[in-house]
């Protein structure tokens, strides 16, 4: 099995755990052995999907000002959450390949397996918001036409980064490639970095 195998099947039932309910205050309820790599992705697809529909209901034109001041706090804590867990995936990586001969010619790649994971994440949201849409019976004809379009736009697009990414991982195995994680060091969450909170009085 393939990491992305591991990965899409794990997405796929986060998305639809989560839409049992529907509900962006539902409670986790991860099966997976607690710091398994499995409990991390089920983990990681439940902030982003989380994340996906805080980001649908911010948009609602008539939300009221101060419920969407909260709720822009709950997705700037998510948003740290998913970078944390990113990183903490990373880390997984660094280990599990920490004693491989990094080859002569080995190059870097222009991100981590972690983060090309993250967008695998967020692209089988994608997947299942546009099939969604595909099944919808109140759209017109041209509606349905140019949702079944992107729809198969995205399934192209996750089978061609799950392969990219399952070579990426070979590689790294192999000593092709090498890994370096640097830590995200977001500036505006940091009351150390961010001038409007290090110059509050």
């Not at 001041?69 to 880390?91: A, G, H, M, P």
């Amino acid at each position: 099995m393939t990491f992305t195998e591991l990965c899409n099947p794990i997405f796929v039932q986060v998305i639809n755990d989560y839409h049992k309910t529907d509900n962006v205050d539902t409670p986790i309820n991860n099966p997976y052995e607690l710091k398994s790599i499995e409990y991390y992705l089920y983990l990681k697809n439940w902030i982003d999907t989380v994340q996906w529909h805080f980001e649908d209901i911010i948009r609602d034109p008539n939300i009221n000002p101060v419920e969407a001041l909260v709720l822009k706090r709950r997705i700037d804590k998510s948003n740290q959450d998913r970078t944390d867990l990113v990183e903490l995936i990373d880390s997984y990586f660094l280990d599990k390949y920490k004693d491989v001969r990094i080859k002569a010619d080995a190059t870097i790649n222009t991100e981590s397996p972690a983060w090309a994971i993250d967008r695998l994440s967020i692209l089988a949201l994608k997947i299942y918001h546009m099939s969604q849409e595909v099944e919808r019976t109140d759209t017109t004809p041209e509606h349905h036409a140019q949702c079944e379009k992107k729809l198969n736009i995205l399934l192209e697009q996750q089978k061609d980064l799950s392969s990219a990414i399952d070579q990426l991982i070979t590689d790294i195995e192999a000593g092709c490639k090498y890994m370096k994680v640097y830590k995200q060091m977001k500036m505006y969450n940091d009351p150390a970095l961010n001038p409007v909170l290090y110059g509050k009085k």
